[in-house]
């Protein structure tokens, strides 16, 4: 997992001791971080969050309604050219052109937000990993996974495999370089490192061959309604440009604000209290599209603008019309007329 490190300040320390002392959580699988998964309905939010929208949008609305509309032109622009180049859309790269530089991919690694790595760990190597988790798994029968009757996802954090893999020169020089190449900070001083990989625990997923089942619905990891409070996100400002209606200034690549923001403010069983510059998955097999593989939106900017602005409207068609983003598909819903809804709450 690519992840990055924080230098300890007085303020970052008391974050960190709060968290510490609600770190005790009872256990589970990944069904119960996943209401996809576990078949759990999902309650509408308490009407804090309708008057939190109100808030956000009181003075602001004519800037928000004018940039939702210029988001959703450049949102089907994008979309097009997705829809044209398929999975090459992501940037990829052979780790042995890698160690020679990437500055030619960087702009559009920025756009995309995603990067395929190719070759990072010899071949080898990686299905020895899977062999040693198998085996493992095979001498602990009670490893808790997921689904029980057809386990795939195990909740297996510090295997020996898992720390091999994290450890390897050529994983942690991957997260290395990426990190010092595209993020920054915007405030010379904020306290926190961008070229110092911190080796963050993950569960693992060993998928079978043709399965269908399985399968994780469209979230958001790094928080859920946090992203629109003041004591979450709000603390460091990270989406201010976007809420205020100027979403083409907001910086996806800029650390100083992710310093102070607070991603998990209610303790959620699956979230992660940490900030994580990047996060990806490690293949130990061959996958091709449609076998499994991680999905992802490759317009960060956009994607993240509309996840943060999409509750303020309400669409006249549903998904299914090919005419979904036309600007005249939505109305604003207005001071009076807003609810608690948050669509981009789904978070891991």
């Known amino acids: 997992m690519l992840r990055a490190s924080v230098i300890k300040t007085p303020g970052l320390k008391r974050h960190m001791t709060v968290a510490a002392q609600s770190s005790s959580k009872r256990e589970g699988d990944i069904s119960d971080a996943f209401t996809s998964l576990s078949g759990a309905k999902r309650e509408p939010l308490p009407d804090r969050f309708r008057q939190l929208k109100v808030d956000l949008a009181r003075e602001k609305e004519k800037q928000i309604v004018e940039s939702w509309k210029r988001l959703l032109r450049e ?8 829809a044209k180049k398929g999975p090459a859309v992501i940037p990829q790269i052979d780790y042995g052109d890698f160690k020679n530089g990437t500055s030619g991919l960087k702009e559009e690694i920025r756009k995309r937000g995603a990067v395929v790595v190719k070759g990072v760990i010899p071949e080898s190597e990686a299905r020895a990993y899977k062999e040693e988790v198998e085996e493992y798994v095979k001498k602990n029968p009670s490893t808790r ?9 195990y909740e297996l954090y510090w295997s020996n495999p ?3 893999a994290r450890g390897h020169p050529n994983f942690l020089r991957v997260q290395h370089h990426l990190m010092s190449l595209l993020w920054h900070t915007s405030n010379p001083n904020s306290p926190i490192s961008l ?9 693992l997923r060993i998928r079978q061959p043709g399965d269908a089942s399985f399968a994780l619905g469209p979230h958001i990891d790094g928080g859920s309604v946090e992203r629109w409070e003041k004591e979450g996100y709000g603390r460091g400002g990270v989406y201010d440009h976007v809420l205020e209606g100027n979403w083409e200034q907001y910086d996806p690549w800029d650390a100083s604000g992710r310093v102070e ?32 593989t991680l999905q992802v939106n490759p317009v960060v900017k956009l994607s993240t603008s509309y996840v943060l602005l999409r509750p303020f409207f309400q ?8 005419n979904y983003l036309d600007e005249e598909n939505w109305e604003f819903m207005g001071i009076e007329g807003m609810d608690s809804e948050l669509q981009g709450q789904v978070a891991d």
């Open 75 to 82: 949102l089907k622009k994008e979309n097009e050219i997705v």
């Open 145 to 153: 996974a997921f689904p029980p009757n057809d386990p795939q996802v």
């Open 162 to 164: 898992q720390l091999k």
């Open 195 to 203: 070229d110092e990989p911190l080796i963050y625990a993950d569960r």
């Open 261 to 292: 923001a607070v991603n998990n403010l209610y303790d959620g069983l699956g979230p992660c209290s940490m900030f994580r510059m990047w996060q990806g998955w490690l293949s130990m097999s061959h996958t091709k599209p449609g076998e499994g």
């Open 315 to 322: 669409a006249k068609r549903g998904r299914a019309s090919a």
